[in-house]
């Protein structure tokens, strides 16, 4: 046996710390922060215990909630008054995440990131212009035994792509107006990233970067983010537009794409079941890399933890000290505030 390898010699307290090559700073976090304009008083979200939705009259109070923990950046997610087939409370300029924003970035100092979406504000929940046939080519296949995958099997076009582009674009140079730093667009449409950063650019906004959602998945770890932010397509799913979990080098052509057209910090969403995608964009790319620790990660862990069956507080830390050491350098994450009261 050879004994002269003894990595447990590097192990004992004092020179541990040496040795350890990640750190989790509050600087890495972003706190999602979610604004509804259907209350007057906050409002707990169930499916992710610690979360709340504060109507706009709360939002610098919860931003200054987040500030006080170190954690410098939120994102910013809105529930509309009111939802159309278009989508149109989104880009309003008296909209709710317009109003919120407005507020915040007059009176902190955050750095205020808005996720550019349309599922949020449209009466069916898809993220972009709905193909006039999708609902019935939906039921039609639910209800014909004969099509593999039944259900879930939406036929092929649920949203129109090129329509869908235009009013992203409107919504991101109405969040910038309203004073937001960065827009994130997440609705998964081709072409989205520069969408935006033509819109931008032209409406004078040439310095304020775009965060791509540019690997986003169909993930079933998003359920509790849709009751938090009241956007669950009212039909079938997203898989037409979002990524097949199947798929790691098509994230490297998704990456590529956005960083072609302009993204300046390239996402991976979600995080955990994702990291070696984390990984490959890190060393593909030389961007600034985000993960996003989504709503059920969250969620299973705070379950856990209320069970008894895992201590939530370490799990989460070793969770998100993972995203970093897989290559994030930005990581959104519903424990950023619990997280980074914690670190010393
Ligand atoms: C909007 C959006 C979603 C999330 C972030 N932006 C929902 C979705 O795509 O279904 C999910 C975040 C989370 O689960 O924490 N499209």
Redesign the pocket.
Known sequence: MDMTRRPRRLRRDGVRGLVSETTLNASDLIA?VFVDATTEARVPIESMPGHERVPVSEAVARVEEVLATGVEAVIV?GVPESKDERGSRAWAEDGVVQEAVRRITAETDAYVIT?V????YTEHGH?GVLASDARENWEERRSDPGVAGGARTGGGLTVKNDETLDLLARTAVSHVEAGADMV?P???ADGQVGALRAALDEAGHENVPVMA?AV?YE?A??????D??D???AFGD?RHY?MDPANGREAMRMAERDAAEGADVLMV??ALPYLDVVADVRREFDHPVAA???????AMLKAAGEKGWLDATESAYESVLSIKRAGADLI?T?FAEDIARSLP
């Open positions: 999602p997610f996720d979406c349309l599922c949020e993220c994130a997440s609705s998964m959602y986003k993930s770890f998003y359920g509790p983010f849709r938090a932010a956007g669950a397509p997203r979002q969403k979600p996003y620790n989504v709503s059920g990660e969250y959104i519903y």
